[in-house]
């Protein structure tokens, strides 16, 4: 299972939080998957990107809330799951039922905290199951992978940092460092996003 993309959380009918990942990064996991032979689950938020290949079943979502769902109905049946969606970590408290008119006074919109769909997924881990997730950083990049890799449960990490050029949202290419529970840390350099994916999934082949 393979998640990719942003979550787009609604404020009135119109009007949405997203982020800008572009879902490049998860859609060319899922594929390097795919063309080893894996059966993919690719869940995804709103992008503009296709899937073609007949191992790769695309399941679309909007919100956080449907990506938590989706990962909870397909993950007992799958191997591994590298979560590689870029999630919202707040919604809207309340979801306007019309569209907000538009006025010269501010307007205040109060958040709540979205569910952690990878701790979700430890709870529900079986011994034979992998858990891969990202963290993208801008600074005290180790240290806050460190601590995303134990907070979150995961078996490894893929760090990549937005000071680093040429890596991050809406690019072609990617740099990463891989660490993983065990305390080994991989570093690559700047590479396509394609070739990140098969570095990513030889790491998930190492802890399977």
Do not use: W
Not at 46 to 64: M, W
Not at 108 to 137: C, S, W, Y
Not at 190 to 201: F, G, N, P, Q, T
């Amino acid at each position: 299972m393979v998640t990719a993309g942003p979550t787009v959380e609604p404020i009135d009918p119109v009007r949405y939080i997203t982020n800008h990942s572009s879902g490049k990064m998860g859609f060319a996991i899922a594929g390097a998957l795919a063309a080893e032979d894996a059966r993919v689950i690719l869940i995804t938020g709103p992008v503009h990107l296709e899937t073609i290949h007949p191992n790769i079943i695309r399941v679309n979502v909007g919100t956080a809330q449907e990506m938590l769902t989706s990962c909870l109905q397909y993950f007992e049946q799958c191997h591994a799951a590298i979560l590689a969606a870029a999630v919202a970590d707040f919604t809207p408290a309340v979801k306007a039922a019309r569209k907000i008119k538009s006025k010269k006074t501010p307007l205040h919109v109060m958040l709540k905290p979205t569910a952690d769909i990878a701790l979700q997924l430890a709870k529900q881990k079986r011994k034979n199951q992998v858990i891969g997730g990202f963290a993208l950083e801008t600074d005290n990049e180790l240290a806050n992978a460190r601590m995303k890799l134990k907070k979150k449960k995961f078996d490894f990490i893929v760090l990549n940092s937005l000071r680093d050029k040429g890596a991050g949202f809406n690019t072609d290419t990617n740099k990463i460092t891989i660490l993983d529970k065990y305390n080994n840390i991989d570093k690559f350099e700047l590479k396509s996003k394609e070739e990140v994916a098969r570095d990513i999934i030889h790491k998930l082949s190492e802890l399977l």
